[in-house]
């Protein structure tokens, strides 16, 4: 899909919330702006999505169900930040990375494991000193990253990928906090598709039974993590998945994380 016809997508739902540019990125001579979408309530859920450009479903389903997306809620009185599309050029292109061929995605903080060695991603279980918000990276991420951050923490952040490695049709997610949480969201996933238990997803993550996996990797997620987020996530629904069963998996857990931000 052509950029400048997603962005008019996006354009279309001024009546709906605030559409802002966080910023513009130039990738191979093509201005692309970047945008937040912004609806006002009580409690806050922040939706990221668009990362890495091979995963179109996150970004397509929030440009065709933002309509529903905000009446649902705006019933229950949760705002939304939406980042729906973080890597348009890689989106444009159907490219992991952007056409610079950098990695927008998991440079959101830096540990500091002993002093003076800092590493972007922790092992299972391993320890560190402290952390800090990293201040390099893609062009894509600092952007989104200096715009999150301007924000206090949200109730809730969902942030949608998609696995493009695994050949099957197939979903789990990343996620922290209490799995009890999080369980009925994925049971409801696996009446559109099968849900990977007791798996491994590669050669550093293996879901527990419930789909589910828990990695400090440096990403969005696990920088909400950091800043005291409760609920938070990073879904997945493989690339061999159709597109419609990756709308209604995104859609389950949109709801079900402004459903968890209007808990509070």
Not at 13 to 27: N, P
Not at 184 to 197: D, F, K, S, Y
Not at 203 to 218: C, F, K, P, R, Y
Request: aromatic share 12%; hydrophobic share 35%; net charge negative.
């Amino acid at each position: 899909m052509e950029y400048t016809d997603y962005a008019r997508r996006i354009l279309s739902y001024t009546s709906l919330a605030d559409v802002a540019e966080y910023g513009r990125v130039v990738e191979a001579g093509k201005d692309y702006p970047l945008f937040r979408l912004t609806v006002p309530g009580s409690r806050w859920l922040v939706i990221t999505s668009g990362f890495h450009g091979e995963e179109p479903a996150g970004p397509l389903t929030l440009a065709e169900s933002f309509a529903e997306i905000v009446a649902y809620a705006k019933a229950r009185d949760v705002g939304l930040r939406v980042y729906p599309c973080i890597n348009p050029s890689g989106f444009e292109v159907g490219t992991r990375y952007n056409r610079s061929e950098e990695k927008p995605n998991n440079d959101f903080l830096r540990y500091e494991v002993t002093p003076g060695v800092w590493k972007g991603e922790l092992t299972r279980e391993e320890s560190f000193q402290r952390w800090v918000l990293y201040d390099g990276g893609p062009k894509e991420t600092r952007a989104v990253r200096a715009d999150i951050d301007r924000f206090a923490p949200p109730a809730a952040a969902l942030d949608i990928h998609q696995d493009n490695y695994l050949p099957q049709a197939a979903t789990y997610a990343y996620t922290f906090g209490d799995s009890a949480a999080y369980r009925p969201l994925m049971e409801a996933a696996a009446a559109h598709v099968a849900v990977i238990r007791h798996q491994k997803v590669d050669e550093n993550h293996h879901t527990d039974a419930d789909g589910l996996i828990v990695s400090h990797d440096g990403s969005v997620t696990d920088y909400f993590t950091r800043r005291g987020v409760p609920y938070t996530s990073a879904l997945e629904t493989t690339t061999r998945t159709p597109l419609a069963s990756c709308h209604a998996v995104n859609l389950i857990w949109i709801r079900g994380f402004i459903d968890l931000a209007a808990r509070g």
